[in-house]
């Protein structure tokens, strides 16, 4: 062969080396911006995100389709949005992300059937006013999941069928929400059963956050341990991954899914974000991606992931709670205006150094 041929298969060669790390041959695992972030953990988990109707053209979408194989919708598939009042549901939203899956390949995750915060005060009162006895509110539960499930049998795969039911306060087992205080725990097991009546196929879900602390961790456990027992359809466990710079600890992450897996239910991580404010610290309000803050969420997104790849045999799928550090529900919580920074895209929509370092392994 030719001197020329070998000049120029060397000046091909460079660049492709140039960014590689000192001391090592290069393998061809350099960023690739022609793949998505599904197309990295493709052998791992699906990716996901969660949207709203408005997500769905122009930038944001072409975002969603190359990077993501599932969406939720964030909020219009909560009974508040979807079943306004009594005797009448509003489907359109809802049917706009079903739609949009269905043309594009994506699975849908359904957020979710039962939880006490936006669901409208009607549900829990008679014409009159007064609160609904245990039975009537059941058949109202009953007759809610029923609808919702039906409509989107075959194309929701798997329902967040309760939200939130576990209390954060360590002397008491269930949040005291209207579902508990009228129903007792029963409508949890409710819930489950006609969800899987109405459509058989679906992964059922029981979804909570601070599920990686021990106290929560344990009551959460025990919930879906009886429920099994007790032969009620439960197949997964969400973690809502509502994370942040410190929280939370490695060993407390890998001993929660050791226990839930234990369980042989499947684990989704259903509402990822890595606030850039601790918890307790709701007196940052300077608003600022400072590089410490960007270090350390680099940090905590390596964690994360090393430890999902570690358990990728009972993780199925991963979904981000917003699609970037444009707008996040975390902009308005828990510090209403103060601006957040916490997914792998940024304001741009470009990639942020943690998504190269989530894609990295
Ligand atoms: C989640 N709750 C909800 O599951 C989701 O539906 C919502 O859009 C955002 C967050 C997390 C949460 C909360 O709403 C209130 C207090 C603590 C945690």
Redesign the pocket.
Known sequence: MSAFFYLITFLVLIPATANAAPGFIYTGSQPDSSKGLKDYYKEYFTMGV?VAPTSLSGDQSELIIKHFGSITA??VM?PGPIHPEENRYSWENADKIVNFAQANGLKVRG??LV?H??TPSWFFKDNAGNPLTKEALLARLKDHITQVVTRYKGKVYAW?VV??AIA?DNSKVFRETEWYKICGEEFIAKAFQWAHEADPDALLFY????TEFPGKRDKVYDLVKKLLDAGVPVHGIGL?G?WNLVEPSEKNFRDALDKYSSLGVKIQI??LDISVYNSGDKNATDNVFTPEREQKQIEKYNMVFRVLRDYKNVITGVTF?NVSDKTS?LDN??VRGRKNYPLLFDQNLKPKKAYWEVVKF
């Open positions: 969660a964030e909020n909560k957020h979710t939880w915060q936006q967040d939200n939130e954060d979804n909570d956050y601070n809502q509502h259903t509402e709670w529900w919580f828990p």
